[in-house]
């Protein structure tokens, strides 16, 4: 059975499905009325007024009658499958007025956000730069007897670059994507991503491995956008293992889609917190701004894609990042 169009109208295939199931039903009725007067006739039941045989009558009456019950029979089985069609495309866009209504709201959020950020960024980015300045100034031109103001000056300036973070994340979180899809190998964004981060994973003794599959089809994406992604993902692993460890970064090719996986063989992400991960400002880490995930999923949800969170083979974090394939790629 075909679904109903989107504009709720039925397709004309389920029309003439609907009719077809009517006119079967009367033709089972008359060779249902034919058997009976058949069977009767042949155990000997006769029918005849006034010594004329009526079982061409009885035959019609009974053919009639159950061809009436089964055209009857028929509608109402179509009605049912209508109902059902009906109640599942109005649970369809139910469920789609629902989406868009939450995407309205979360619109409205980041509206709100980002004239937030904008006024923050306005207000504070630079008296933190005239603080910041200050504090460079005033620890290089200490005497060396000075250690303790040194260090304090030192302090100071690693809550300023804190808290400049802060501000650049919300901005990030809050301002409109712009992309510039196009159709990029996964290995370019894989070697990119390493390259990037080389310095940090070598740094915290993390050992990387890395496969993909040649027949990996290119994915629809904007590069830079999705270099990020991986990079935030790589970054977050070697925080999660500040004693060294494992990295696995690898692409497995869908039906349509390319899923591009980092996993860590750091402590995971605890299960209750998996359903809230991607949520702006929840973090594991105590200096974290609880936005780098949420930015990931926006820059994949924008691209039509999915992130997910789930235990690697090594016990750790696996994020999945799931995107659609290039047409050119399917096409072919």
Same mark, same amino acid.
């Given at each position: ?49 006034? *010594? ?59 509206? *709100? ?83 990037? *981060? ?121 994020? *999945? ?12």
């Amino acid at each position: 059975m075909t679904n109903p169009v989107p504009d709720g109208t039925s397709h004309p295939d389920q029309s003439w499905r609907g009719l077809r199931l009517r006119w079967w039903g009367t033709i089972l009725g008359l060779l249902a009325g034919g058997f009976d007067t058949a069977v009767m006739s042949a155990i000997g039941v006769t029918f005849a007024v006034n *010594a004329w045989d009526a079982r061409p009558l009885i035959a019609a009456y009974f053919g009639i009658s159950f061809a009436v019950l089964g055209y009857l029979i028929g509608m109402l089985i179509e009605g049912r499958r209508r109902e059902r069609r009906t109640a599942a495309l109005l649970q369809a866009q139910t469920e789609a007025i629902a989406a868009a209504r939450a995407r309205g709201a979360q619109q409205e959020k980041l509206a *709100a956000l980002g004239q937030l950020a904008a006024t923050i960024a306005h207000e504070v980015r630079n008296p933190l730069g005239i603080m910041r300045s200050a504090a460079q100034t005033l620890s290089e031109t200490l005497p060396p007897s000075g250690a303790d103001a040194r260090r304090a000056s030192d302090f100071i300036i690693a809550e300023i670059d804190r808290l400049a973070n802060v501000v650049n994340s919300i901005l990030a979180y809050a301002r409109p994507l712009q992309l510039a899809p196009r159709a990029v190998p996964v290995n370019e964004l894989l070697d990119r991503a390493l390259l990037l *981060a080389g310095g940090d994973l070598g740094a915290r003794r993390v050992q990387v491995q890395r496969s993909t599959n040649a027949a990996t089809p290119p994915v629809f994406a904007d590069a830079d956008l999705i270099s990020q992604v991986l990079l935030g993902l790589l970054g977050n692993a070697a925080e999660a293992m500040p004693d060294g460890g494992r990295v696995t970064l690898d692409a497995v090719a869908l039906a349509d889609a390319v899923q591009l996986r980092v996993a860590d063989s750091g402590p995971g992400v605890p299960a209750e917190l998996r359903a809230r991960i991607f949520d702006p400002f929840v973090t594991t880490r105590p200096r974290g701004t609880g936005l780098g995930l949420a930015i990931a999923r926006q820059i994949v949800e924008a691209h039509g894609g999915r992130i997910e969170v789930g235990t690697g083979p090594d016990g750790g974090a696996l994020f *999945a990042v799931t995107l659609p394939v290039a047409k050119a790629a399917l096409a072919a």
